[in-house]
């Protein structure tokens, strides 16, 4: 799960492909034949077995390719073919999208210094470079040019996590004349700026910012951008009305991402494979999306929904996102997205499963700005997000059953169900 909204693309590919599996033989492994199955009763053939043969494949891909499967990396790509070659072999047409993204490297660790002590703070991707220094205003949420009005130029600003994204608070801030912008909230948050763009240092703070407003303050960034390339992956059946579950398959370069989103991906991809093959409504189309470089700003997704035309958007009925489905000891919450979406997932999970707002948080927003309708599972953060510990051994297989079983059986529902 990114912590930003959609981001600006700076350069776009956007070739569709045909592909094979790369790399292990097991991407390939047949489903069994057998004659089309109904829809209905999926959930009863999701297994927490099923779930976790993707998640120990997750793992090792990442164990592989340096402990991570962050955006433009080796560990990406071979997630994207393991997903390709799985989709394949269950029957799906598929193809990868090529996507341009920007990627971001810190050369050394942040510093920021209130006199002699130092406080502990995180860097968010894409922030510019400098050491500056300069005394502290808090200016609220700082969602607004009004916010910013007291802001005297080369002062630091102080926001406020919360309502508009981090981007638009750095731009804001940046356009009135600020030195550096601290990002404030109960601990150091890992966010993304989404893009290059913004030239002043951009840190979190952790105690909501406390004692920091009117101090005087040093704040050292050095990092760089690149622009890398990532990929979609997208399987489709049948054709006509388009129901559609995605999930993102990246991690961050913190850590393997077994739960963000490995998790997603995993029931995302066993909900495929056990509906590969089934009968399908005359009319209707079964749609997964396994979106890239999520974590620097739904870059993935943003590119997928931008090329679509207005008859392709029109067709899909349905989008449901799983991001981060299988937290310890959690419940799975709906999103407050389309209330028949929601309707159908709280069938599942009862009329006591709590609800979420998201915001855009996640891959379901660029479907929403497009007006397609969007729903979606969250399990919440946990300990390991977005760190290294954030392995198989971090992922609740009970928890990421209940999910997926209960998007599975949404899914089925919606394809079922004529409009």
């Known amino acids: 799960m990114g912590s930003g909204s959609s981001a600006r693309l700076i350069a776009v590919a956007a070739a569709a492909l045909l592909v094979g599996c790369g790399g ?24 927490t077995e099923g779930l976790n043969e993707h998640l120990t494949a997750l793992q090792r891909i990442a164990a592989e390719h340096g402990g991570h499967r962050s955006v433009g990396t080796a560990g990406e790509r071979a997630t994207a073919d393991y997903l390709a070659g799985r989709l394949r072999a269950a029957g799906y047409r598929v193809r990868v999208q090529d996507v341009a993204a920007s990627s971001f490297r810190e050369r050394t660790a942040p510093r920021v210094t209130v ?22 205003r808090a200016v609220g949420l700082g969602c607004s040019r009004a916010a ?3 802001l005297r130029r080369d002062e630091v600003a102080l ?22 912008v601290l990002i404030s909230d109960r601990t150091p948050v890992r966010g993304s700026l989404q893009d290059t763009g913004v030239r002043v240092p951009v840190v979190a703070v952790g105690g909501r910012g406390a004692g920091l407003a009117g101090a005087r303050v040093r704040v050292r960034v050095d990092a760089s951008s690149a622009e890398r390339r990532s990929a979609n992956v997208i399987a489709e059946a049948g054709s006509g009305r388009v129901v559609m579950a995605g999930a993102h398959l990246d991690s961050v ?6 739960n963000d989103n490995g998790s997603g991906v995993a029931a995302v991809l066993e909900i495929a494979e056990e509906l590969g093959g089934r009968a399908l409504p005359e009319g209707v189309a079964l749609r997964f999306g396994f979106w890239g ?11 997928y929904v931008e090329g679509l035309s207005r008859e392709q958007r029109r067709a899909i009925s349905a989008y449901v996102n799983l ?44 479907f929403d700005r497009a007006g397609i309708p969007v729903g979606g599972l969250f399990t919440g953060l946990d300990r390991c997000y977005h760190r290294e510990c954030d392995t198989i051994e971090n992922v609740d297989r009970e928890v990421l059953t209940a999910s997926a ?8 529902e919606l394809a079922l169900d004529r409009p």
């Open 148 to 150: 910013f009005a007291g």
């Open 405 to 412: 079983r209960a998007a599975g059986a949404a899914l089925a």
């Open 293 to 303: 470089a999520e974590e620097i700003g739904l870059v993935g997704s943003t590119q």
């Open 253 to 258: 370069p913190e850590g393997p991402g077994l």
């Open 323 to 366: 991001d981060m489905v299988g937290s310890p000891g959690a419940r799975p919450a709906i999103y407050d997205g389309d209330a028949t979406i929601a309707a159908a997932l709280r069938r599942q999970l009862g009329p006591d499963a709590p609800s979420d707002d998201l915001g855009s948080r996640s891959d379901h927003a660029p």
């Open 159 to 180: 926001v406020r996590r919360g309502t508009c994204s981090f981007r638009s608070k750095a731009l804001a801030a940046q356009r009135a004349g600020a030195r550096a």
């Open 24 to 47: 292990d033989g097991d991407h390939e492994r047949p489903r069994p034949r057998q004659a089309p199955l109904p829809l209905g009763g999926v959930e009863q053939r999701i297994t």
């Open 115 to 136: 006199g002699s002590r130092r406080i502990e703070v995180t860097t968010l991707r894409f922030s510019g470079s400098g050491n500056v220094s300069g005394r502290v």
